[in-house]
RNA sequence: GGGCGAGUGGCGGAAUUGGUAGACGCGUUGGUCUUAGGAACCAAUAUGGCAACAUGUGAAGGUUCGAGUCCUUUCUCGCCUACCA
């Protein structure tokens, strides 16, 4: 008997799929289609684990709804702009796109190694002319509908990326890639008008049935909406300011103002630029308001100016105003009201600085003098010390009364603000889609003529110059439009924006007018299934959902806001962590163990190592594990069902030797009992068996059980269930089936485990002669359940024992059955039945009169 | 500070949604075969007890004939997020 040569039979197959192209997917209006995406990959290099199970959990769904029947759409492709192209090109002096593209040729056979079913006549790569070309119409129409604008503002500059980045993509006062301080520089921008579909992006999450709840309050925190209202502040003192505007949530505290605190970037700071202590004071923010403990530590500091508020409901009562720490430019007006008694903010601040705290809401079960001390009430209860509000219930009433009362004196308005800013889309980087505009002399812009697409990118770069390299490239820049001589845009788009739209390329991948054509959009979109990593809850994912508001606004032809139906977030793949005695990490192959105990470092037997907790797999700790070396030892089927199995999908994996090895074995073992199958098919008669009737249960019973698993995500209990299916075979097959039984149902056995093991399934199939079965077996409910079943006997709610009886015997038989069990019959004879609780073919519970 | 989620054997994790807790795998123990085995196969494996039996899903209460599952309180851990006015 041969052992199963994985390496010879993986291969077989994969070239067998791609020879009749087996995943090859066409629009077919009469078939019902699902669209399986999973987030396609940078091409770094090489794939690692998370890419083996994102693409797993996603192929498994694929073969599943394709031997459904459905028309499934699974495409892959390449997000393949970025810094790390442009860094590599640098250190090895050669061309991002070599880089690129080499990256990619090694990924996409490691992905075919895996054995993906995969339609590859549909990939797509963001760096080419192809792609992007459509990307900059799409720029063009966006910029035509008033979608996309230009400002000078500050931004998020990235000292070691050398770039912008947006506020999504600042984490921690750091830079999202680089880990970099974040510095603040004012540049002109190129932005993208999101927050114009505040309200929808936020609206709709509630239409997303098939997200999970944790992504949807992310994006709706992200996003966040608060009620409230505008207020104008006059202002008195020595210069030209008569009014300050600040956002409010609660203007019914308003009779407890003590301060006005606005940003050091908000406009009046410009009259005090000159002086050196607001100077010095602004450097002070500028530093504490990014490292982690001050923000921790949350210190409150002001710089006090001679100016004073006036509070709008009282006008005798004027307050000072600070520049202060904790105001934030990007959020309302940049302005705040300082209402110490009911914010924790202001308190901290009006106590550092002496200013006056007034309580003016108490909880409803305090008097009067309730008095604030160290801690802001912020809760419920009634307006106080406030004239004319006195005795509104907080919050509600109390807001609403004092919006409108603020509106009747027309001192402010009812307002709504979002968090969620405009999506500044500059990088001043070379390796991204150009941003095809350009402008004349004067400095005026204009868009690139669709026919003057695509802006290609100049092919000779110096990437070793500082800054953004296509400010050197002096021809490339020129461009005549309408006559006039004009040069280019320098700055090219996030790459964020290549994701934003790529999953209606696939729908027509070869299309050359537009980036997508609509009829195949209206077909395939949106995505029924996405699949990928809960890093992109709030980035990828939101950008996604404006792009499809961008471009079906405004559009008569096309109409569709949510991209993606359906969205599966996986967990990370974890791996143990080594250290040497010196506090070095060592990677698993360095490391060595004579017990299986103790370890130490390989070749080194006095140095010890100690073993860390699981954490994600990355380069810095040295425990990643390379799929590509897994394929090699134990061959695509093995990894695919160990990359499955520890864990539930949406939870974090353990990677363990062991647990590889197992699955491994499970292979091995499946095939020779596939072989001991076939020769029970050649010996077999047509008579029929004693074995044939629980061969069907089991038969139907674990396609039930596969088909709910797999709805669920449940990808874990699968592959338990396959275990399940070889101890099942391995006790049974000593038994006698009837030929045919033993042949259809076997056939339905390997067929609900081929989402998993595709290989292995297909080649039982030919060594059995069977046809190549590509329908998803049907359950016959008729053998779900058993005619023999397990009633549970409990008395007072304690088990007692087990009766085996035939299906739906009545209560009266049982009680028969149970005064014949002497073990159990001894604890109710001789006492009075009080009640009886029976669960038909499931459970009997006596309860006794004691 | 805010939000979300999770606590089940030595470990990863199951449990038809209120009805036999611990499926399946790892590990461990014993056995068979073998020159050997880190191979293969067989068996055992929640805890205590020879046993009958008792106890057992972070803790404490509650609802119920019956709770891992529902309710209340509480503890611990993990992740995300943060001066958002």
Request: glycine share 6%; with cysteine; aromatic share 12%.
């Amino acid at each position: 008997m041969e052992r199963y040569n994985f390496k010879k039979i993986e291969e077989k197959w994969q070239n067998f799929w791609i020879r009749n192209k087996s995943f090859k997917s066409e629009m077919n209006l009469k078939l019902k289609k699902f669209y399986c995406l999973e987030m396609f990959p940078y091409p770094s290099g090489k794939i690692h684990m998370g890419h083996v199970r994102n693409y797993t959990i996603g192929d498994v769904l694929s073969r599943y709804k394709s031997m459904q029947g459905f028309n499934v759409l699974h495409p892959m492709g390449w997000d393949s702009f970025g810094m790390p192209a442009e860094n590599a090109a640098r250190e090895n002096d050669l061309h991002p796109k070599d880089w690129t593209e080499k990256n990619i040729s090694v990924m996409k056979k490691q992905l075919k190694s895996l054995g993906l079913s995969i339609d590859w006549d549909r990939e797509i790569s963001t760096c080419n002319e192809d792609y992007f070309k459509h990307q900059q119409l799409f720029f063009i129409e966006m910029f035509e509908k008033g979608l996309v604008y230009r400002k000078e503002n500050y931004v998020n500059w990235d000292p070691i990326d050398q770039t912008v980045l947006a506020n999504e993509q600042v984490i921690d006062g750091k830079g999202w890639r680089s880990g970099a301080v974040v510095e603040r520089k004012k540049l002109n921008q190129w932005f993208f008008n999101i927050s114009k579909f505040s309200e929808s992006l936020l609206e709709s999450l509630n239409s997303l049935k098939n997200w999970p709840k944790k992504v949807k309050t992310m994006q709706a925190n992200w996003i966040g909406k608060s009620f409230g209202c505008e207020i104008n502040f006059k202002i008195k003192g020595d210069l030209p300011i008569n009014e300050i505007k600040c956002f409010t949530t609660r203007p019914d505290t308003l009779f407890g103002f003590s301060f006005l605190a606005v940003s050091v970037d908000h406009p009046i700071s410009k009259f005090y630029q000159d002086d050196p202590k607001f100077k010095k004071f602004k450097d002070e923010c500028s530093k504490t308001g990014t490292t982690e403990e001050s923000i921790a530590q949350g210190e409150k500091i002001g710089f006090k100016t001679n100016l004073l508020a006036t509070n709008p409901l009282n006008e005798n009562e004027k307050v000072p105003v600070y520049f202060a720490n904790f105001v934030l430019m990007d959020y309302g007006f940049g302005a705040v009201f300082g209402c110490p008694a009911h914010d924790q903010r202001d308190l901290d601040f009006a106590l550092k600085y002496n200013l006056p705290v007034r309580t003016v809401v108490k909880p409803p079960e305090e008097n009067d003098d309730f008095k604030i001390n160290n801690e802001a009430y912020t809760g419920g209860g009634v307006i106080i010390n406030s004239k004319f509000l006195d005795g509104l219930k907080v919050p509600d009433e109390s807001i609403i009364k004092t919006i409108n009362i603020i509106e009747e004196k027309k001192i402010g308005k009812k307002t709504i603000n979002f968090r969620l800013k405009d999506w500044g889309v500059s990088r001043q980087r070379y390796w991204g889609c150009p941003i095809p505009i350009a402008y004349d002399k004067d400095g005026n812009v204009h868009t690139i003529p669709k026919n003057k697409l695509p802006i290609k990118l100049p092919e000779k770069i110096n990437l070793k110059a500082k800054g953004n390299p296509l400010n050197l490239e002096n021809e490339w820049r020129k461009i005549s439009i309408n006559g006039l001589e004009c040069l280019k845009e320098t700055d090219t788009l996030d790459t964020f924006v290549d994701s934003s739209w790529y999953f209606l390329r696939f729908c027509s991948p070869n299309d050359k007018e537009y980036g997508f054509d609509y009829d195949a959009a209206k077909y395939w979109m949106p995505v029924d299934q996405y699949i990928g990593g809960i890093e992109h809850a709030i980035l990828h994912l939101l950008y996604s959902r404006f792009f499809m508001r961008a471009i079906t606004y405004k559009n008569e032809n096309f109409s569709l806001s949510e991209p993606f139906e359906s969205l599966f977030t996986q967990g990370m793949v974890c791996h143990e962590t080594y250290k040497d005695k010196n506090n070095n990490w060592l990677s698993p192959d360095e490391i060595e163990t004579n017990d299986g105990k103790n370890f130490f470092k390989k070749n080194d037997p006095n140095n010890t190592v100690s073993i860390g907790p699981a954490e994600s797999m990355s380069k810095s700790k040295k425990n990643t594990i390379d799929p590509a070396e897994m394929i090699k030892n134990y061959g695509a089927d093995a990894v695919r069902l160990f990359i499955l199995s520890d864990s539930p999908p949406e939870k974090d994996v353990q990677w363990s030797e062991q647990g590889m090895l197992a699955s491994y074995k499970f292979i091995q073992k499946f095939w020779l009992i596939n072989n001991r199958i076939k020769e029970k098919i050649e010996t077999s008669t047509n008579n029929n068996q004693k074995g044939d009737l629980d061969l069907k249960k089991f038969t139907n019973q674990l396609i039930n059980k596969i088909d709910n698993n797999l709805e669920k995500f449940n990808y874990n209990v699968i592959i338990a269930n396959m275990h399940e299916t070889y101890n099942y075979l391995n006790k049974v097959l000593s038994g006698q089936f009837n030929r045919e039984v033993l042949i259809e149902n076997y056939k339905k056995i390997l067929t609900v485990m081929s989402p998993v093991i595709p290989h292995l399934v297909n080649e039982c199939f030919e060594v059995n002669n069977f046809s190549i079965s590509q329908k998803w077996p049907l359950v016959n409910k008729k053998y779900l359940s058993e005619e023999t079943v397990s009633i549970v006997v409990q008395i007072g709610g304690k088990k007692r024992g087990i009766i085996k009886t035939k299906k739906d015997t009545e209560e009266k038989t049982i009680m028969d059955l149970i005064s014949k069990e002497d073990r159990i019959n001894k604890s109710i004879k001789n006492k009075k039945i009080n009640k009886v609780f029976f669960v038909k073919n499931r459970l009997i519970n006596i309860l006794l009169n004691d």
